[in-house]
């Protein structure tokens, strides 16, 4: 089992910046692929961006692309998503997941392909 707890969101106006946390606990961590979700109200969960666990290749959602950017450091578990130049859109429930590979270099975007999941933090960005 492996235990995903995301925080670091908050209220930020428009253009602003934050930083999300996934700390996870229980299994080894370092060969878990993870990935980066949201849902805003009313809307399907969709995909945000995700890391290999070797942390050598990411891949994002074209909405994100070049605002946002995924990395890890295995030795603490934690999985990080800084969100730069925010916008009204970006407002929703942010989730962390993983799921073990066997490659380094696999990213997953699929919902239904991570096992383990958060329990969200929100983000807010207000106009």
């Known amino acids: 089992q492996v235990r995903l707890v995301e925080s670091g969101g908050g209220l930020v106006q428009v253009g602003g910046s934050l930083r999300l946390s996934c700390a996870a606990s229980g299994r080894t961590f370092r060969t878990y692929a993870t990935g980066w979700f949201r849902q805003a109200p009313g809307k399907e969960r969709e995909f945000v961006g995700a890391?290999?666990?070797?942390?050598?290749?990411?891949y994002y959602a074209d909405s994100v692309k070049a605002r946002f950017t995924i990395s890890r450091d295995n030795a603490k578990n934690t999985v990080y998503l800084q969100m730069n130049s925010l916008k009204p859109e970006d407002t929703a429930v942010y989730y962390c997941a993983a799921a073990y590979v066997l490659k380094p270099d696999t990213v997953l975007t699929g919902t239904r392909v991570y096992d383990y999941w958060g329990q969200g933090t929100q983000v807010t960005v207000s106009s």
């Open positions: 890391i290999s666990w070797s942390g050598g290749r990411t």
